[in-house]
């Protein structure tokens, strides 16, 4: 099931061996959680408050000092890139210089990302909804379908502020929708996102502790509703092989919601422009008329990972995937490494690491964390 949250990669196995981490050194754990619990509620009461040129310019050092420190997440980052450019470039040799622009370019509209999180409570509605560079004929077709009482799903990519989003298209006239967010730790964090979200107007349902959200999700497409998922990556392990720039990915089986309820499946990208916001909403991906539950779900998951490709080439630099989504990275026994990281010494696509990695210069600061 596709969620709006951005969790730590891994599955079943990763989970245990969090389980088991968390049995061996509990009181650290719980000091660490407590401890990014208090600076999640710091970040929303002190960042609203200081000028907004302060706040930029301390989010975009930490986005650089990640980006120098070239950890476990950003290799992943620069791996996922890398794919994109190799496909949009159609040749298998990156430049070495623009992957490292682009992956610093996408933690700097990371970093935007978090900020606008923390500010978005005291940025205006007038502002995010005129701040929206809308193109496409389909903002149109979106609410005709609700007008007439026919369900939509919109599923999106980690791309851009959809948080934004979500405020924009409640503000044109969606009333409301329903979103699934993966439990965070420390549960404080995540009943902060929580209410933060459900202030925005939206209806967020747990993935995991609540029961299965997929039910809840039809009942609101039969009933008319809207659905908004970040879809582009299988965070259950229930998602849906396709190919995705040039290779074997998994990502939610979002489509199964549109197979059982007969709601419009619509993917849509969201991305920054300039000081404003650019959203598309595209064309409906249809049920396929013949094939089996399960090859409609695979056709359909398909075109939309068609349309993910088009939309994460128009604006790589806005495609947030700090976690691995590619067949390869995925399975330890062809390439892939377990921990999400790459070999010692060497970048996300595999090619040797300098100590320096340009940007701001200078040596690699001790300290700091990813965004």
């Given at each position: 099931?596709?969620?709006?949250?951005?969790?730590?990669?891994?599955?079943?196995?990763?989970?245990?061996?969090?389980?088991?981490?968390?049995?061996?050194?509990?009181?650290?754990?719980?000091?660490?959680?407590?401890?990014?619990?208090?600076?999640?509620?710091?970040?929303?009461?002190?960042?609203?408050?200081?000028?907004?040129?302060?706040?930029?310019?301390?989010?975009?050092?930490?986005?650089?000092?990640?980006?120098?420190?070239?950890?476990?997440?950003?290799?992943?980052?620069?791996?996922?890139?890398?794919?994109?450019?190799?496909?949009?470039?159609?040749?298998?040799?990156?430049?070495?210089?623009?992957?490292?622009?682009?992956?610093?370019?996408?933690?700097?509209?990371?970093?935007?990302?978090?900020?606008?999180?923390?500010?978005?409570?005291?940025?205006?509605?007038?502002?995010?909804?005129?701040?929206?560079?809308?193109?496409?004929?389909?903002?149109?077709?979106?609410?005709?379908?609700?007008?007439?009482?026919?369900?939509?799903?919109?599923?999106?990519?980690?791309?851009?502020?959809?948080?934004?989003?979500?405020?924009?298209?409640?503000?044109?006239?969606?009333?409301?929708?329903?979103?699934?967010?993966?439990?965070?730790?420390?549960?404080?964090?995540?009943?902060?996102?929580?209410?933060?979200?459900?202030?925005?107007?939206?209806?967020?349902?747990?993935?995991?502790?609540?029961?299965?959200?997929?039910?809840?999700?039809?009942?609101?497409?039969?009933?008319?509703?809207?659905?908004?998922?970040?879809?582009?990556?299988?965070?259950?392990?229930?998602?849906?092989?396709?190919?995705?720039?040039?290779?074997?990915?998994?990502?939610?089986?979002?489509?199964?919601?549109?197979?059982?309820?007969?709601?419009?499946?619509m993917p849509t990208a969201t991305w920054f422009d300039g000081e404003d916001w650019g959203a598309r909403i595209y064309d409906e991906i249809?049920?396929?008329?013949?094939?089996?539950?399960?090859?409609?779900?695979?056709?359909?998951?398909?075109?939309?990972?068609?349309?993910?490709?088009?939309?994460?080439?128009?604006?790589?630099?806005?495609?947030?995937?700090?976690?691995?989504?590619?067949?390869?990275?995925?399975?330890?026994?062809?390439?892939?490494?377990?921990?999400?990281?790459?070999?010692?010494?060497?970048?996300?696509?595999?090619?040797?690491?300098?100590?320096?990695?340009?940007?701001?210069?200078?040596?690699?600061?001790?300290?700091?964390?990813?965004?």
């Amino acid at each position: 099931m596709a969620v709006l949250s951005r969790p730590p990669s891994g599955g079943d196995s990763a989970r245990r061996r969090r389980r088991q981490g968390q049995q061996g050194r509990a009181p650290g754990r719980a000091l660490s959680e407590r401890l990014t619990g208090a600076a999640y509620q710091l970040g929303w009461k002190v960042i609203c408050r200081v000028p907004l040129s302060w706040a930029r310019w301390a989010f975009a050092e930490v986005a650089d000092i990640a980006w120098r420190r070239q950890g476990p997440g950003v290799q992943v980052l620069e791996a996922n890139l890398r794919r994109v450019l190799v496909w949009k470039h159609h040749d298998p040799q990156v430049d070495g210089k623009e992957l490292r622009a682009l992956s610093r370019a996408a933690l700097q509209s990371y970093a935007r990302y978090w900020l606008e999180a923390f500010r978005l409570p005291v940025i205006s509605t007038e502002r995010l909804v005129t701040g929206m560079r809308f193109q496409g004929p389909n903002e149109a077709t979106l609410f005709a379908h609700l007008k007439a009482g026919r369900g939509v799903i919109i599923a999106l990519p980690h791309m851009g502020n959809f948080d934004q989003a979500g405020v924009w298209v409640i503000a044109r006239g969606a009333g409301t929708f329903t979103t699934v967010a993966e439990r965070l730790r420390p549960e404080s964090v995540y009943e902060s996102f929580l209410r933060f979200r459900q202030g925005l107007g939206f209806e967020v349902l747990p993935l995991t502790g609540g029961g299965s959200p997929f039910g809840i999700l039809a009942q609101r497409l039969r009933a008319g509703g809207l659905v908004c998922l970040v879809s582009d990556r299988d965070l259950k392990e229930s998602g849906v092989e396709v190919e995705m720039f040039g290779e074997k990915a998994r990502i939610s089986a979002v489509a199964a919601l549109a197979v059982h309820t007969g709601a419009a499946l619509m993917p849509t990208a969201t991305w920054f422009d300039g000081e404003d916001w650019g959203a598309r909403i595209y064309d409906e991906i249809p049920v396929p008329e013949t094939g089996t539950r399960a090859e409609k779900v695979a056709a359909m998951s398909q075109q939309m990972a068609r349309v993910f490709e088009q939309a994460i080439a128009e604006h790589p630099q806005d495609w947030h995937m700090l976690q691995r989504v590619f067949t390869a990275d995925l399975d330890p026994a062809r390439g892939g490494w377990g921990d999400g990281s790459f070999p010692r010494g060497t970048r996300g696509d595999g090619s040797p690491r300098e100590e320096q990695q340009g940007g701001s210069g200078g040596d690699r600061p001790p300290g700091g964390t990813e965004p």
